[in-house]
């Protein structure tokens, strides 16, 4: 059996013993959590961010690296970075970065293609500590992310498996904002929206890198939707939806 063979095996096998991909590596949750997430819930149900003016809006731009695909077949996320930003204007001191532990085989595809290694996950923090921290980074910011489905459904299951809660925040694609540019865009990979934008491509496929990276588009093509004359999301919703 080749190794890719038999990290497949393991997935299919750990996925047939448990829906539950992070039970060994969750941790358990404190009552202190469980009390800033139930504020963290409340806070997101009264914040309207859909009126609120581009220049004041606040999101954290962040991505996941990843064993894979698809978190439902045993996936896993092994590491998270983040930036926050207020309106175009990236904050380059509020960041997050953190590997997140797995006892998984790491392919050599993605331990070459992330630079992590397998080693460096078996003493990285547990999953439940590390989801917990991004929360208390995010608060009740609006995330932003590109090809945000990869991200949204990794952070749906890990947060479903390991709090036992909904996955609540709201999470826009960058391809929200480039469509109103150029349509053609909106499924691009992050290299080439990048080259558009005239942002340098750094540290691709390290999740802070490219949460980086995503975080510059974002601005770009937001001071690019104020000069069409867009002033928040809202109207660039109705927009969208009589288009298309």
Not at 104 to 125: G, H, Y
Not at 208 to 225: E, S, V
Request: glycine share 4%; net charge neutral; aromatic share 10%.
């Amino acid at each position: 059996m080749g190794m890719n063979e038999m990290i497949q095996f393991f997935r299919q096998i750990s996925g047939r013993l448990s829906s539950n991909i992070y039970a060994s590596l969750q941790g358990s949750s404190t009552p202190q959590q469980m009390a800033f997430l139930r504020e963290l819930q409340r806070e997101m149900k009264q914040n309207n961010t859909l009126d609120t003016p581009f220049n004041e809006l606040n999101v954290v731009v962040f991505d996941l690296e990843t064993t894979g695909f698809y978190p439902e077949n045993g996936d896993q996320v092994i590491s998270i970075g983040a930036i926050k930003m207020t309106g175009h204007q990236i904050k380059e001191t509020e960041r997050f970065y953190s590997l997140v532990k797995s006892d998984l085989p790491l392919s050599e595809e993605i331990s070459a293609l992330t630079n992590i290694k397998e080693d460096e996950l078996r003493t990285a923090p547990l999953a439940s500590d590390v989801l917990i921290q991004f929360f208390k980074f995010v608060k009740n910011d609006i995330l932003v992310a590109h090809h945000s489905k990869h991200e949204q459904s990794f952070l749906q299951k890990m947060t479903r498996d390991i709090l036992r809660r909904k996955f609540g925040h709201r999470i826009i694609d960058t391809s929200f904002l480039i469509r109103l540019a150029d349509p053609s865009m909106k499924t691009s990979p992050l290299e080439k929206v990048c080259k558009e934008c005239g942002v340098a491509v750094r540290d691709r496929h390290h999740a802070l890198g490219d949460a980086i990276m995503a975080a510059q588009i974002w601005g770009y093509y937001l001071q690019q939707a104020e000069r069409k004359g867009f002033r928040h999301l809202r109207e660039v919703y109705e927009y969208l939806a009589k288009i298309e």
